[in-house]
């Protein structure tokens, strides 16, 4: 059964840093793209960041540029969203997804949810002061 599960969130000044992790299981998460999406209450949901398969390319848009990070630990079968000088605009419930059982997602569409069959069930990101 394929599962992704979401962990990390919490409250956090602006400028301060989390970590999050997304923990798969049911499959081999280094065999398929994953994508890190984000939901602010009113918005629609917005992808942050995106790991290919194999060669771990990666993309991520202006917004979050610089200021995010994704990677991948295959022995504990976990993709990771380092994220740094955090800002309010950052609030969201921030979701892990994989595009199995397709290898690969193309890179007109990574940040799609249309692209991603399977999902975590988020967790809740919160900049304030």
């Known amino acids: 059964q394929v599962q992704l599960v979401e962990s990390g969130g919490g409250l956090v000044q602006p400028g301060g840093s989390l970590r999050l992790s997304c923990a798969a299981s049911?499959?081999?998460?280094?065999?398929?793209?994953i994508g890190w999406f984000r939901q602010a209450p009113g918005k629609e949901r917005e992808g942050v960041s995106y790991?290919?398969?194999?060669?771990?390319?990666?993309y991520y848009p202006d917004s979050v540029k610089g200021r995010f990070t994704i990677s991948r630990d295959n022995g504990k079968n976990t993709v990771y969203l380092q994220m740094n000088s955090l800002k309010p605009e950052d609030t969201a419930v921030y979701y892990c997804?994989?595009?199995?059982?397709?290898?690969?997602?193309?890179?007109?569409?990574?940040?799609?949810?249309?692209?991603?069959?399977?999902w975590g069930q988020g967790t809740q990101v919160t900049v304030s002061s």
């Open positions: 049911g499959f081999a998460l280094d065999n398929y793209g």
């Open positions: 997804a994989t595009s199995y059982p397709r290898r690969v997602v193309n890179v007109g569409v990574w940040s799609k949810p249309r692209s991603y069959d399977y």
């Open positions: 790991i290919s398969s194999s060669a771990g390319i990666t």
